[in-house]
């Protein structure tokens, strides 16, 4: 069965610093990654999506790669703020399901 | 972006009771919305596609009679948990497909649902 993996449960950086969170996948073939934000008790919120065809995508001071070799996402914060703090979850899509990793806490500090 | 919204946010509901839950698109239509559920520290979980005009799908081990799914019309999808028990309590999120990127989803603020 597919099974989908986020680095740790918990990241702690330096505000300014860049943030890097994994997401690593098996026994699947996605269309598409999206990389989601949660704060705690809140729905997610949309931040990127990647397509199998693409290898790198940037928003503001987000980036996104995607290796469909490696089975391996990895999203960067550069110049991080403690706004950024919140959980991130990555989610591989078919069509419009999709199926998503437990997420990573990022804490910045001041 | 397009807004989803949820109603309620939070209930509590004894044993044995029914609760239902809104999902409404506030600005745009949803012919498909996707209900999820999230327990504590754990990832989102699809429980049900919700079809406008047609049945719900059902993603295996998600008891249909158990989480009715109506899809009234175009812009509201309901998610009624019939005679809930405490193992029904979670974090309840329902979602709709965006109109400007493809595949890109919009998600509600979601429900929490604590079962006495």
């Known amino acids: 069965s597919q099974k989908i993996e986020q680095n740790s449960e918990a990241l702690n950086i330096q505000e300014g610093k860049t943030a890097t969170l994994t997401c690593n996948y098996t026994n699947y073939s996605p269309a598409y990654l999206q990389w989601y934000r949660q704060d705690p008790g809140r729905g997610p919120v949309f931040l990127l999506l990647i397509r199998e065809n693409e290898k790198e995508k940037r928003k503001e001071r987000l980036k996104v790669t995607f290796d469909t070799t490696l089975k391996q996402s990895l999203f960067h914060i550069t110049a991080s703020q403690p706004a950024d703090s919140a959980t991130y979850l990555c989610?591989?899509?078919?069509?419009?399901?999709?199926?998503f990793g437990a997420g990573t806490t990022v804490t910045v500090r001041a | 972006g397009a807004v989803v919204s949820q109603h309620p946010s939070r209930v509590i509901c004894k044993s044995g009771t029914s609760v239902k839950i809104e999902c409404r698109s506030l600005?745009?239509?949803?012919?498909?919305m996707f209900w999820y559920r999230q327990f504590p520290k754990q990832s989102l979980m699809l429980m049900a596609t919700?079809?406008?005009?047609?049945?719900?799908?059902?993603e295996q081990g998600v008891e249909k009679d158990k989480f009715l799914i109506n899809h009234a019309s175009l812009t509201l999808s309901t998610l009624t948990v019939t005679s809930a028990h405490p193992e029904d309590s979670s974090f309840y999120i329902c979602?709709?497909?965006?109109?400007?990127?493809?595949?890109?989803?919009?998600f509600g603020p979601g429900t929490r649902l604590t079962v006495l």
């Open positions: 919700s079809n406008e005009g047609s049945k719900a799908t059902y």
């Open positions: 600005d745009f239509q949803a012919t498909t």
């Open positions: 979602s709709a497909p965006g109109q400007e990127i493809i595949n890109e989803q919009f």
């Open positions: 989610a591989l899509g078919d069509d419009y399901k999709l199926s």
